[in-house]
Every structure is written in C-alpha cells, then in structure tokens.
C-alpha cells in the first residue's frame, strides 16, 4: 500500500544487541555509533527517542526510512524481549507474539485494518496520529465477523465511534499479547479528541454513502473517507463531456490586446476541499473523477513576472444544467475567496461545484491592457444529483 502524499515507507527493526547491563540511553548510544561508523548509514543517521532511524533519499518509488531499535532478552519474564526509550526505562515487547495474532484474526481483519489505516493516513498528521497497534487492537474489539468490505468497515467506524464519542480522554487499550500494556498510555487527550472528530466525520461521511441511490454521491462520500486512491467514476461513463464555449468572453471584450511575453508566465493549479473542516485540500487534476455538487474547489496560480501584472480569472461553465438553470458563465473575473467574498491573494481563486457537466478555469496575467501570458485550461467534472443527464433519465 502505497503512503499519501508527504507520507514514507518505513520498515521497523529489531536489533538483538543490548545486554542486561546497559541502560537505554547506552544501548541507543552504542547502535548509534555502530551506524555512524559505516560509511553505508553514516549519512543517514536521525536520532528518536526509541529508536535510530536511517532516512533514504527519494527515488521512483518514493520516501522511506528504517527504524531499528536496540533489544534485549527479557528481564522482567513477562515478556520475550525488551526495549528502550530514551531518557526513561526499558519496556516489554512480543513482536514475533504480535505477529502472530494479527495473522490469527484472519483475512476479514486484516482488509478493515488496512483500509482504516489508509484513513488514518488520509486524514491526520504523523504528528498527532493513532498509532497503528492502538487502531489495530480497537479494530479486532469492534469489527463485525461477517459482512463484505463496505459493510464491516461502515459497522467498524460506527461501534467505534459510539464507544469513544463521550469520552474526554484516551481510554485503556490492552495488549492482547502483553494483557498488563496499556497501548494508550502516551496518546494524548489532544490528540484523542482529533481522532474522534474524524471518527464522526467518517461516520457521517459513510452514513451518507449507504442511504444514497446515487452511485457518484456514493462514490464520492467513500473517496471522502479513504482518499483519493478510491476507485471514481470515469468523467466519459457518465456522459460528462465538454459542452458549447461560444458564450466565453474574448480578450477584446475588455479592450485587452494579446502579445504573449516570454518573461512572464502563469500556470494553475486545483485542489478539491475535502470534509466538513479547516482547509484538508487534495490534488484534483484536469478532466479528472466528478466531483459531487455542493463541494469547493481551490484554484492556485503560480506566476513569474519580472514587472507587476495582474491576474485574472476565467471561468467557463458549459452544458445543458447550468443553460437550464440560466447560468452559464464565460467573464474575465478577479479572485474570490472561500467564502465568495474578493481574495485578498489575486493569484488563489475559490469555486463551488453546482452543475452537471464539465467546466473550465484558467487565468491571465494582464500588465497595461496586454495579456502578456496565458495558462492551460483545468477542465473540472461536475456531477448533481439535481440533474440526470438524457441516458440516465
């Protein structure tokens, strides 16, 4: 599974390396010089406090690191092995135990725990994120034992949420190999509520896919939850093609002449608001999946301008819904903000979506009546369920 943006690979070692004389800070110390002492890792290096990790460089596939922590056979007898954190104490650990009921919980289990990771993934920072054992264990407590993916995931989000919503902090979350480990002891109550805010978004969000007999409403409340890697709906399946632009203004309707300059330049780019909260963008590329009526879209212009120019925008609706409804549009048109109010930044421009069809945006930078640059269309695919197309009707 691949990460989302600004996500890594990372894969977790564990180093049998320590003996029962050493202390965390020794044995992190210890592994820490045997990796700056090979010239392989030397470079790579990145302290933490229960680990060492050894970051690598970008490459095709992407980001990725590797965090190997020092281990010791058990002292404590409770458990197989322990390791350290830096600064405190060692602390049991079973991972080979681990390993094995996870894989006991069977294949139903494991699709839930990788679809609400993708979630997880999706929608909070690494910062401030559930740790993967602590989602897992809640995972194995409320997942239905039948049911097919859509189902058990909807009936997972949900019990969850019941169980966790009243809650003002964290509750115990057992080890189920280690039955003395509370996984939940370093979740914070900060960080507790985040998470059950977008437990209840989800809920919302799924609550909405299951009552719907409008496949693209459907579609679009799952991609809300699990992301953009959400199969979509293809743009031509639905008929969504561009329609008539010769309502579209022209540069001489407000007495601008065009001489493109070299110098100058202009490129946009769009970005879809998803959930109900703050500003959680993610990339929409042009002619890409409908986007459901009633979401907003955010339109960024990149501009390199050796003199001052200003920017314009152009916004092109096409198609038989937005002629219906008497609102097609084609002007040259300053920024708005989110809120439809002037944009105090001429180059990010907000939309909502309304109209079945697909639709244009771009923008032109214009210094002294003179279009000196021009950037590609964004063409964006609306779906409303206001409107049925002549096939679907």
Known sequence: MEPVDGGEYDID???????????????????????????????????????????????????????VVPTRWSVMHRSPLEVPRRNEDWHGTAPAE???WCLAQGEQY???????????????????AIKSIVLQVLVS??????????????????????SLE????????????????????????????????????????LRQANKTDDLVE??????????????????NRLGLLLGDTSHEQGFAARNWRQAIDPTYSIRVSAT??????????????SGGPPVFAGHKLRFKADVRAPYSAEVWWQVTNTGAHAQNQRSLRGKFLKAKS?????????????????????????????????????????????WSPNWRTAWGQ
């Not at 494991?110 to 401030?128: C, G, M, N």
């Not at 579609?219 to 959400?230: N, T």
């Not at 879809?272 to 590329?285: T, W």
């Not at 105090?344 to 945006?361: F, I, L, N, P, Q």
């Open 338 to 382: 989110i809120n439809d109010a002037p944009s105090k930044d001429e180059t990010e421009h907000w939309e909502s979506t309304a109209y079945t069809g697909t639709h244009r945006v771009r923008a032109v930078l214009v210094r002294q009546n003179t279009v000196v640059a021009v950037s590609d269309w964004i063409e964006v695919n609306i």
């Open 166 to 205: 009243s809650l003002s902090r964290p509750p115990a979350v057992w080890n189920p190999v280690l039955p003395d480990e509370d996984l939940a002891v370093r979740w914070t109550p900060q960080s507790f509520a985040n998470f059950v805010r977008e437990l209840k978004e989800a809920r919302e969000w």
């Open 13 to 67: 070692l564990a180093a049998i390396c320590a003996s029962r004389l050493d202390s965390p800070n020794k044995a992190l110390g210890d592994l820490e010089k045997a990796f700056r002492g090979d010239g392989r890792f030397a470079s790579r290096v990145k302290l933490k406090k229960p680990c060492i990790r050894l970051e690598y460089a970008p490459d095709d596939v992407g980001k990725f690191h590797v965090d």
């Open 110 to 128: 494991a699709r839930t725990v990788k679809a609400l990771k993708r979630w997880r993934d999706d929608q909070q920072s690494v910062r401030t």
């Open 98 to 100: 681990y390993t094995q």
């Open 218 to 235: 459907c579609i679009e409340a799952w991609r809300e939850v699990l992301g953009e890697d959400f199969p979509a709906s293809p743009p």
């Open 272 to 285: 879809q608001q998803r959930g109900k909260r703050g500003p959680n963008l993610r990339r929409y590329a």
């Open 141 to 162: 407590e409320h997942m239905p034992r039948s049911g097919d993916d859509a189902s058990r995931i909807t009936q997972t989000i949900e019990s969850m949420t019941a």
